[in-house]
């Protein structure tokens, strides 16, 4: 059972335990994979591209104590720029390596085109994310009555879907180059299915846009939290294991 700061009813429902748990678990877990991804991009290959570089509820409304509702969501409002922040980091840190691969010239503009694109998104995102309300402080403090705020469903839903437009775009773009590329056909499929991970995430990310529309109310985002934390952390897992073949090959060549 969790216990709340400052509340009378030790005894409310609340999801913190759970947010902890996997949010401690699959940060841990990205900690180790990125370390494993910089000992092999900077000592194994010995060539550190530039996407490892800078790669480094409450149920009830009630239950919340007044003294701990201004808090909570000024803390939300800090953590959506790590959010959005993170799911960009990601997805550039494959089309970086999708970069890194591409030949063709074609391939090469499309991708820049797409990161391009994908950044502009991220960061419009952004801005209107620190922006929903007016004025500002509205977003986290429960004693402005006046101004207003943009409708937070309908928004992050729309946001959640263009997002996942994203993630297809990105899982596909390698595809076309995998295919043309003269490699044993054992080794393209490896490739094929290591960048197919990636659909895990767009899982995750439907997964999401349900969590949000079920919100209930501001303090009702436990759900929507913990989805968030494993499409990161998963993004990051994934967007790092086709950097970890060196270091793969290397350990099946010493055992063999």
């Known amino acids: 059972m969790g216990w709340t700061f ?26 180790i994979v990125i370390c494993l991804r910089t000992y092999v991009r900077g000592w194994v290959v010995k060539a550190i591209g530039i996407e490892s570089r800078y790669g480094l509820g409450l149920h009830d409304l009630s239950a919340m104590p007044d003294q701990n509702v201004k808090l909570f969501g000024l803390l939300q409002y800090c953590g ?3 959010y959005i922040t993170s799911i960009l980091g990601f997805k550039l840190s494959l089309l970086f390596m ?17 990161a391009v694109a994908c950044t502009c998104f991220h960061l419009c995102f952004l801005l209107v994310q620190i922006n929903l309300c007016r004025p500002v402080a509205k977003q986290w403090d429960p004693a402005i009555t006046w101004g207003s705020c943009v409708v937070a469903v309908p928004f992050y839903t729309s946001m959640a879907s263009l997002t996942i ?16 590329a003269k490699l044993p056909l054992r080794k393209k499929a490896i490739l094929i299915c290591i960048f197919s991970l990636g659909i895990f995430i767009t899982i995750i990310q439907i997964i999401r846009i349900l969590t949000i529309k079920s919100l209930s109310n501001y303090l009702d985002s436990s759900k929507l939290i913990l989805w968030s934390m494993v499409e990161n952390n998963l993004g990051i897992i994934v967007a790092s294991i086709p950097a970890l073949a060196p270091l793969f090959k290397s350990l099946l060549d010493k055992t063999s």
């Open 80 to 82: 959506a720029p790590f």
């Open 165 to 180: 437009v994203f993630d297809v775009i990105i899982i596909f773009t390698p595809y076309p180059m995998l295919i043309q």
């Open 6 to 31: 400052n509340t009378d009813s030790p005894d409310a429902v609340t999801s913190g335990p759970a947010i902890a748990a996997v949010g401690i678990t699959l940060t841990t877990l990205s900690f």
């Open 98 to 114: 999708f970069l890194r691969i591409a030949v063709d010239r074609t391939y090469r503009i499309a991708i820049i085109i797409i």
